[in-house]
C-alpha cells in the first residue's frame, strides 16, 4: 500500500528531545552570563561618576573613597591601538599569503602549523616572553608599548585564523571571473576577495580586540602598576582598565571593590562601543554597495 | 591576417598592460610572504627566550624540577612543575567537558533552532559576552559562584562521595569544579561564537538535501550540519581548551593554591601554572622569576602538544579547501 | 576584430595526471568553435588553456603551443594576466562580483586595471549592456547589485563584463547549462551576435545547442578508461552532425553512449 507515511513515533520523539535539549542548553548558557552583567551593572553604577572617568588613583588609598580610573583607561586604549597597528596588518598578511600566495607549499604549511598552535599561547605564556626579551635580555622598561607587544602576539594569530576562514568562504568562481578579465593577482585579492569578505574579517579583527582588551595577565608582567597618569606609552609603567580591575579588587575595602565594579563596568563598555562601530562600519559598507 | 596588436597601444596587448602592475604584484607577494616568516620567527623567539632566561633558575634548582611538589624558588631554591601542569590539566579538561555540549547546543540553537530574526540579537548578545574580559567573569566567581557552590558540593559529596572525584573529607567553594565552572562560563562564548559561525555556513543545498530525504529537523543537522562543522566545532574546542589552560586571573584568584596531586575536585585543593606566575610574579627574586618563566615554557609546551594533537585531527578533515588559485 | 588560435601538440596535466592529450587545432575568427563530448573527457580542461587559466590550479600545467594570431601564449616572456585581457571568459556559473552593483560588475576588469573616468565607463557600460543584450532590462537600476539579477540576465551580465574590457576571443564554459530555456535562448541569440566581433569557443553538453549555434564542432573523447581526454573528429558543424567520419562521433551524437 502506498500514500503518505507518517514519520515514526521514534523519530519524531528523537526530534523533539533535542530541541528542548538545545534550548535548555541556551538558557544554561545564559543564564551565568546574565548574572555576571547585571552585577557588573548594579555594582559598577555606583561609583561609575564623572569624577572615575576623569582622575587617577594618585594619592588615594584603598580605603579611600573616590579616586578614578582615567590612567587606566587612557593606557588600555593606547596599548590595545597600538597592539592592534602591530598585529592587524602583519596578520591580515599572513592569511592572504596562506590562501592565495602559499597554497600548499611547505613554507605555508608551516606556517599554517605554527598559527594554529601560536592561536593557544596562554597570554601569560606572551607576557612572560615580552618580560624575557624584552625587558630582561634588551634592558628595556616596564611601559605600555611592552603590554602591547604582547598583547599583539595574542592577536596576530586570531587576526590570521579568522581572516583565513573568510577568505577561503570567497568563492574560486570570483577569483577566476577576476582573472579571465586579466586582472593581476593581487589587484584581484585587493579589490575583489577582501572586499567580498570584508564583513567576515571585520567581525574576526573585533573578536581579537576584545579578547586581548581584557586580558590581564600579560599587561602584568609587562606595563606594570602606577595610580598615576602616564600619557606616553613607551616610557615607564602605565596602567591598563583590566589591571585596574585586579589591582582595586584585591584590596580589602568597600570602596575599591566599588571602583573595580566601576572599572569593569568602564572595560565593558569599551569593548562593546569597539565592537558596535566595527558592525557599524560593516553595515555601512555592505548597504553603500546595495544603493 | 595577423596585424600585430602591441603596435596598437590603446588596446591591450600580450605584453603591455601589465608592466604597471608588476611591481605591485611582487610587492604584494613579499610582503605577504615575509608576514608569515615573522610570524614563525616570534614563535621560535618565543621558545628560545624562555629557555634562555629559564636556564639558570633550573640550574639552580635544589629540587627536580618534574616531581618536586613544592614552589620554594625565593627561599629553599626547590621547586617542581608536576602539580601545577596537573592541576592545569585537569581543570581545563573538565572546564572543556561543561562548556562543549552547551555550547554546541547554544551555537544551533541560534543557527538552526532560534526563529531568523531572533537569531541574529542572539548572536549579537554571545558576540558580545565573549568580550567580556576574564578579570569580570574572575571576579564574578570569587564574589558569586564560590559562596554559590558550597551547597551543591557538600550534597554531591555526601550522596556521590563513592566515586573518588566527588570524595574527600572537607568540602570547599575554592577547589577545583570550581575553576573549573568559571573556565566553562569563560570559554563557553568563544566556542559558541566559532561553532555558530560553521554552522551558518553549511550550504543550503547540503541541507535541503537532507530535508528532501525525508529527515526530520535534527537528523537535517546530524546529516547535513554536524559532519560540515565538525573540523570548525574541534578547532572552537581547541581554542576554548588554550583559552582553558592559560587563563590567569580568574583562577588566580579561586585556587587556594597547593601544590598536590589530587583527582578529589571538591577538596580545597588546586592550582594551575597560570595562577602560580600570576601570584608568584610579585614577590619573585631573579631565580623565582626564572622559575616562573620555566614554568611558562612548560605551559607553552603543553598548550603546544594540545595544539598539535587537535591540529592532527583537524588536518585529517580538511576537505574543504576553498581558493585553489 | 576576433583573432584566429592555433592550437598545436597540447597536453595538459593536472599534477601527474594527464587530462587531455596531443590537441592540435585551428579555431577560426568571426565564428562560433564547439566543443562537445562526454563528462571528464577534457573540454573545459582544454577551453581553459586557452586563456592560461588552467594554471591557477595548483599543480597544472601545460605542454605545446597556443598561438593567437601567430603569438604563442606560452612564450615565456608573455604573462598570463596579459592574455586573459585578450581571452575573455565566460564560466558555467553565473559569478558576478556580489559586492559589486551591475554598472560596477561591467566594468570590474577596466577598474581593476586602472582608473577610468565616469564618462569613459559611461560608455562602456551602456556598449557591453547593449552588446550583451541586457541593456533594456537594467539600464534603469545599474546601480542595484549584480547578485539581484535573475540566473539568465547575470549570466548576461557575465557575458557583459567579459566583452566590456574588449578582448579578441571570447571563451564559454557551458553558460547555459545552469540556465531555464527561456534565458538559454537569450544567450544563444546573443553568441551569433556577438560571433561578427569576437572569436567565440563553446563547451556544451546540449547537442542541439551546437548544432544551432556553432560554425564548426570538435568532439573529444577519453582515450579510455584513466586515459586523458583527445580529439576524436573537427569539422563544420553540419558535417558533423550529419555525416560524421567516425564512428564514435555518431554514436555520441545519436546519444549511444556518453
Known amino acids: 500500500m502506498t500514500g503518505i507515511q507518517r514519520v515514526s513515533a521514534g523519530r519524531r520523539l528523537k526530534d523533539r528531545l533535542i530541541r528542548s535539549l538545545v534550548y535548555l542548553s541556551f538558557v544554561v548558557a545564559v543564564i551565568p552570563l546574565i548574572a555576571v552583567l547585571w552585577m557588573v551593572i548594579r555594582n559598577g553604577l555606583a561609583r561609575f561618576d564623572v569624577e572615575f572617568l576623569t582622575h587617577s588613583m594618585r594619592n588615594i588609598g584603598a580605603r579611600d573613597v573616590g579616586g578614578g580610573a582615567y590612567h587606566a583607561i587612557l593606557g588600555t586604549l593606547e596599548q590595545v591601538l597600538l597592539a592592534s597597528a602591530i598585529s592587524i596588518p602583519i596578520g591580515l598578511l599572513t592569511a592572504i599569503y596562506l590562501v592565495e600566495y602559499g597554497q600548499g607549499t611547505r613554507l605555508s604549511r608551516m606556517i599554517s602549523f605554527f598559527v594554529d598552535v601560536m592561536t593557544g599561547i596562554p597570554s601569560v605564556v606572551a607576557g612572560l616572553f615580552v618580560l624575557a626579551f624584552w625587558i630582561l635580555v634588551l634592558g628595556m622598561p616596564f611601559s605600555g608599548f611592552a603590554g602591547a607587544l604582547a598583547l599583539s602576539i595574542l592577536m596576530m594569530p586570531t587576526v590570521v585564523r579568522s581572516t583565513e576562514e573568510m577568505l577561503k568562504l570567497v568563492p574560486n568562481d570570483l577569483r577566476e571571473a577576476s582573472y579571465a578579465l586579466g586582472v593581476p593577482k593581487w589587484r584581484t585579492i585587493v579589490k575583489v576577495v577582501l572586499p567580498t569578505s570584508l564583513s567576515g574579517i571585520v567581525t574576526g579583527v573585533m573578536l581579537a580586540i576584545a579578547r586581548v582588551a581584557g586580558e590581564t595577565a600579560p599587561l602584568l608582567l609587562t606595563v606594570f602598576f602606577t595610580d598615576s597618569i602616564n600619557r606616553n606609552p613607551f616610557t615607564g609603567p602605565q596602567m591598563g582598565l583590566p589591571l585596574y580591575v585586579f589591582d582595586q579588587a584585591s584590596r580589602p575595602t568597600d570602596s575599591a571593590v566599588d571602583r573595580a565594579w566601576a572599572g569593569a563596568l568602564a572595560l565593558i563598555l569599551i569593548v562593546m562601543l569597539l565592537n558596535l562601530a566595527a558592525r557599524l562600519i560593516g553595515r555601512w559598507r555592505s548597504s553603500a554597495r546595495k544603493r | 591576417m595577423a596585424t600585430p596588436l602591441r603596435i596598437r597601444t590603446d588596446e591591450p596587448s600580450l605584453r603591455s598592460p601589465s608592466r604597471r602592475h608588476g611591481g605591485g604584484e611582487s610587492l604584494f607577494r613579499r610582503a605577504s610572504t615575509a608576514a608569515g616568516v615573522l610570524l614563525l620567527l616570534i614563535m621560535a623567539a618565543i621558545a628560545v627566550f624562555l629557555v634562555v632566561e629559564a636556564l639558570p633558575a633550573l640550574r639552580a634548582n635544589r629540587g627536580n624540577f618534574l616531581t618536586t611538589l613544592t614552589w620554594e624558588p625565593n627561599g629553599s631554591q626547590s621547586f617542581g612543575i608536576a602539580a601545577l601542569a596537573f592541576g592545569t590539566l585537569v581543570s581545563a579538561l573538565l572546564a572543556l567537558l561543561l562548556a562543549m555540549p552547551v555550547a554546541i547546543g547554544v551555537a544551533l540553537f541560534i543557527s538552526h533552532y532560534a526563529p531568523r530574526r531572533l537569531a541574529g540579537v542572539l548572536g549579537y548578545v554571545i558576540d558580545l559576552l565573549a568580550a567580556v574580559p576574564s578579570v569580570v567573569y574572575g571576579l564574578w566567581g570569587v564574589v558569586f559562584l564560590v559562596p554559590a557552590v558550597q551547597g551543591p558540593f557538600r550534597f554531591l559529596n555526601e550522596h556521590l562521595g563513592f566515586i573518588p572525584l566527588f570524595g574527600g573529607d572537607t568540602v570547599a567553594g575554592r577547589s577545583m569544579l570550581t575553576a573549573a565552572l568559571v573556565l566553562a562560563v569563560m570559554i563557553l562564548p568563544i566556542i559558541t561564537a566559532v561553532s555558530r559561525e560553521v554552522f551558518l555556513q553549511v550550504p543550503r543545498t547540503h541541507e535541503e538535501a537532507a530535508l528532501a530525504l525525508g529527515a526530520t529537523h535534527w537528523e537535517t543537522i546530524r546529516i547535513a550540519v554536524l559532519p560540515f562543522g565538525r573540523p570548525g566545532v574541534i578547532s572552537a574546542a581547541m581554542l576554548g581548551l588554550g583559552r582553558a589552560m592559560g587563563e590567569t586571573i580568574a583562577v588566580a584568584l579561586i585556587f587556594p593554591a597547593t601544590f598536590d596531586i589530587s583527582l578529589r575536585i571538591l577538596t580545597p585543593q588546586g592550582n594551575s601554572i597560570a595562577a602560580n606566575i600570576a601570584n608568584g610574579f610579585g614577590e619573585a627574586t631573579p631565580i623565582g622569576r626564572g622559575a616562573l618563566i620555566a614554568s611558562g615554557l612548560v605551559l607553552f609546551v603543553i598548550t603546544l602538544l594540545v595544539n598539535m594533537g587537535a591540529r592532527l585531527i583537524v588536518a585529517r578533515r580538511r576537505e574543504y579547501s576553498g581558493a585553489a588559485a | ?258
Open chain 3, 1 to 258: 576584430m576576433g583573432q584566429q588560435i592555433q592550437v598545436s601538440g597540447l597536453n595538459a596535466y593536472y599534477g601527474k595526471h594527464k587530462a587531455i592529450e596531443d590537441i592540435s587545432m585551428t579555431i577560426e575568427p568571426q565564428s562560433i568553435t564547439a566543443f562537445i563530448g562526454p563528462s571528464g573527457c577534457g573540454k573545459s580542461t582544454f577551453l581553459r588553456t586557452l586563456n592560461r587559466m588552467h594554471e591557477v590550479v595548483p599543480g597544472a600545467r601545460v605542454e605545446g603551443k597556443v598561438l593567437l594570431d601567430g603569438e604563442d601564449l606560452y612564450a615565456p616572456d608573455i604573462e598570463p594576466v596579459s592574455v586573459r585581457r585578450m581571452i575573455g571568459m565566460v564560466f558555467q556559473r553565473p559569478n558576478p562580483f556580489p559586492t559589486m552593483s551591475i554598472y560596477e560588475n561591467v566594468v570590474a576588469g577596466l577598474r581593476l586595471n586602472g582608473r577610468h573616468s565616469r564618462s569613459e565607463t559611461d560608455t562602456v557600460v551602456e556598449e557591453s549592456l547593449r552588446g550583451a543584450n541586457l541593456w533594456n532590462e537594467v539600464k534603469d537600476r545599474l546601480s542595484k547589485p549584480g547578485a539581484g539579477l535573475s540566473g539568465g540576465q547575470q549570466q548576461r551580465l557575465c557575458i557583459a563584463r567579459a566583452i566590456a574590457v574588449k578582448p579578441q576571443v571570447l571563451l564559454m564554459d557551458e553558460p547555459c547549462s545552469a540556465l531555464d530555456p527561456i534565458s538559454t535562448l537569450a544567450i544563444e541569440d546573443l553568441m551569433t551576435t556577438l560571433k561578427k566581433r569576437f572569436t567565440i569557443v563553446i563547451v556544451t553538453h546540449n547537442m542541439q545547442q551546437a548544432a544551432r549555434v556553432s560554425d564548426r564542432t570538435a568532439f573529444f573523447n577519453l582515450a579510455g578508461p584513466g586515459q586523458p581526454g583527445r580529439i576524436v573528429e573537427m569539422d563544420d558543424t553540419s558535417r558533423i552532425f550529419s555525416n560524421p567520419a567516425q564512428k564514435a562521433t555518431e554514436d555520441y551524437i545519436t546519444g549511444r553512449f556518453g
